[in-house]
């Protein structure tokens, strides 16, 4: 398997991740360019929070679609497995938007700024569906990558951003609506216009190697507790993911500047989901093409280049004038919470590259089948970012420096704990003569063991 084999396979994921992270920065820089900035791009902050949280148990359905669906069998299990989570999603939706529970969770809990939470409740109840809808359009794209249509999934992504931007254009211009209202039409306009892409994409596959005829896969038919289990680690893995999220923002509630910090947290969080693009694209690349030791070295070799590619531009984004350009001048941001974001851009420097090798080994353990492990790696996760969140507002630390101090030391803990679970399931090592050295010195190597099922 060639380098640029992977590359071309891996581009139309990372250029659909990349377009979508791309969204946020978007909207707020509408956001910020609109009367009572602050407030609006804080509750906009919280929106997000808490809409990805509620999504988190079906983020991995795009790996579990990828990894199962083969015939056409499996693919109306998993349909009917998706529309049982989106059913369940939309509920837990509704509970937070209209009902008392906003109160217990936004005001009680995560201690969010009367004058903040207040806007974000008419923001929830404009993401009624956002769950919905991120469930489907992942479920379909799964299928267009596990059948090498990767293209499909870069052009919905593509679809969902001319509808997000061209909405929060419009709106922002001509419609007179605050921030978070105009964002929230915004974000719910792109993801039901992607859904909708996806469900015109994967058309023509449900009428040849998907149809009423197509033959069934070699193996066992897929059963409905069989994907229960296998989803269900993931769906762990996600929520433990999101928490995350609402988890600094209660934290940032209660440090110095509350407001100002809660203002500057999505921007933060925008600069990072930029950079780990690369990253999020990659699971489901090793999943699709991983096919024993044949694959295993290139596949490894592609993830340790991304890995070094992206620390380098996390480098030189952060210590050069490249940083300030983006927050004061793509996003106009105010000078405080700007220089908020400046302050702690530093210590996020290595997690671009720890997620490229935390998403490589993920990839290689849902290969196997072991996805308890990718679970259990995000549990080690949150329970870093947790203690060392608790630290800080004990310690009254700087709230962004805080919650970025916490995210990539867990992230480090994490790759270490699933690096030493896959030396236990599907690494071997062993001692290769060099040949890069004369005198032929055996060197440390590792490659999958032969038992594994990769």
Do not use: C
Request: aromatic share 10%; no cysteine; charged share 15%.
């Amino acid at each position: 398997m060639r380098q640029r084999d992977i590359f071309w396979f891996w581009l139309p994921l990372f250029a659909s991740w990349l377009l979508m992270t791309a969204e946020g920065p978007i909207i707020s820089a509408a956001v910020n360019r609109l009367p009572n900035e602050v407030i609006m791009l804080a509750a906009q902050g919280i929106v997000i929070s808490l809409s990805v949280t509620i999504e988190s148990p079906i983020i991995n359905m795009l790996a579990t679609s990828t990894a199962l669906v083969k015939d056409r069998r499996s693919f109306l299990l998993l349909r009917t497995f998706t529309l049982h989570w989106m059913i369940l999603l939309t509920a837990v939706s509704l509970l937070l938007a209209f009902t008392p529970l906003f109160d217990l969770v936004v005001l009680e809990w995560m201690a969010v700024p009367a004058n903040v939470a207040e806007w974000v409740r008419p923001g929830m109840r404009i993401m009624t569906l956002w769950s919905a809808a991120i469930a489907w359009r992942r479920f379909l794209q799964g299928v267009l990558i596990h059948f090498k249509q990767t293209r499909q999934v870069a052009w919905g992504t593509a679809v969902r951003l001319a509808t997000s931007g061209g909405a929060v254009i419009v709106l922002a211009t001509w419609s007179g609506w605050p921030g978070v209202i105009i964002a929230g039409t915004a974000w719910m306009a792109g993801v039901l216009a992607e859904a909708l892409y996806a469900t015109l994409a994967v058309r023509p596959l449900l009428k040849t190697t998907l149809g009423p005829d197509s033959p069934p896969a070699d193996g066992p038919p897929l059963t409905y507790r069989e994907l229960f289990w296998f989803h269900l680690p993931l769906a762990g893995t996600s929520l433990l993911i999101l928490l995350a999220q609402p988890l600094v923002a209660f934290s940032l509630a209660r440090l110095d500047q509350p407001t100002l910090s809660l203002a500057a947290w999505p921007l933060v969080f925008q600069i990072m989901l930029m950079t780990r693009a690369t990253a999020f694209a990659l699971p489901e690349v090793v999943i699709a093409l991983t096919d024993g030791q044949k694959s295993f070295r290139p596949i490894r070799r592609f993830s340790l280049t991304l890995a070094t590619i992206n620390t380098l531009f996390m480098t030189l984004f952060v210590l050069t004038p490249l940083a300030g350009l983006y927050l004061f001048g793509v996003q106009d941001a105010e000078r405080e919470v700007g220089e908020l974001v400046r302050a702690g851009l530093p210590l996020f420097i290595p997690l671009p590259g720890v997620t490229v090798l935390i998403s490589w080994l993920r990839g290689l353990l849902i290969k196997q089948r072991v996805t308890s492990i990718v679970n259990a790696g995000m549990a080690v996760n949150l329970a870093i970012t947790a203690a060392i969140l608790l630290a800080g507002v004990w310690q009254r630390w700087p709230g962004i420096n805080t919650a970025a101090l916490a995210l990539t030391a867990a992230a480090a803990v994490e790759f270490l704990f699933l690096w030493w679970r896959a030396q236990m399931t599907i690494l071997d090592f062993r001692l290769r003569p060099d040949r890069h050295q004369s005198e032929g010195l055996p060197i440390l190597d590792f490659r999958l063991n032969p038992k594994s099922k990769i």
